[in-house]
């Protein structure tokens, strides 16, 4: 069965500081893989998504994430944190039985400090 | 604007009442799903539809029950069976012809049981 393992609970970053936030998925077939962030007492909003096109993938508000298969990894990254990026962020998997639906992993509250 | 739409934002009940969340879609989608969220646990799948008069129990359907009469309404019931209620609930949709997977959040309802 797949699986979505989201390495830090928390994660702690200074304004214009490097962002990573890490994912590792298990899937017996290909996966589709998304981020979602979901800011307080809200539902969630699409990050990214791969589409197997690009190993690199473009989002919104600035993250990326690479795809790597060797690895397993589907880390999400911005260059420089800003304030409004304090959130939770969610890695999903898709699932490989016949539900069409998303696994997703626990989540990372990204706290960003002036 | 399209988009999913949950109500009540927050919703209180008393032990031993079923209470029913509402959720609606106007994106035309067909498939719809109900997800319950803790802190630190990620998104549960509690149950799901991929047709009208159609419905699938997810991983914590115990306790919770669902109708899918119209393709735009997804309502979810949460019984006096629930034994641990009080959570942050997520409608979810999806379409099938659209990108795999991918999810449309609404912006949830947190019930409180006491």
Known sequence: ?114 | DGGITQSPKYLFRKEGQNVTLSCEQNLNHDAMYWYRQDPGQGLRLIYYSQIVNDFQKGDIAEGYSVSREKKESFPLTVTSAQKNPTAFYLCASRDQTGFPYEQYFGPGTRLTVT
């Not at chain 1, 304004?15 to 800011?39: D, H, K, T």
């Not at chain 1, 508000?61 to 880390?75: D, I, L, R, Y």
Request: hydrophobic share 35%; net charge positive; with cysteine.
């Open chain 1, 1 to 114: 069965a797949q699986s979505v393992t989201q390495l830090g609970s928390h994660v702690s970053v200074s304004e214009g500081a490097l962002v990573l936030l890490r994912c590792n998925y298990s899937s017996s077939v290909p996966p589709y893989l998304f981020w979602y962030v979901q800011y307080p007492n809200q539902g969630l909003q699409l990050l990214l998504k791969y589409t197997s096109a690009a190993t690199l993938v473009k989002g919104i508000n600035g993250f990326e994430a690479e795809f790597k298969k060797s690895e397993t990894s589907f880390h999400l990254t911005k260059p420089s944190a800003h304030m409004s990026d304090a959130a939770e962020y969610f890695c999903a998997v898709s699932s490989d039985t016949g539900r069409r639906a998303l696994t997703f992993g626990s989540g990372t509250r990204l706290q960003v400090q002036p």
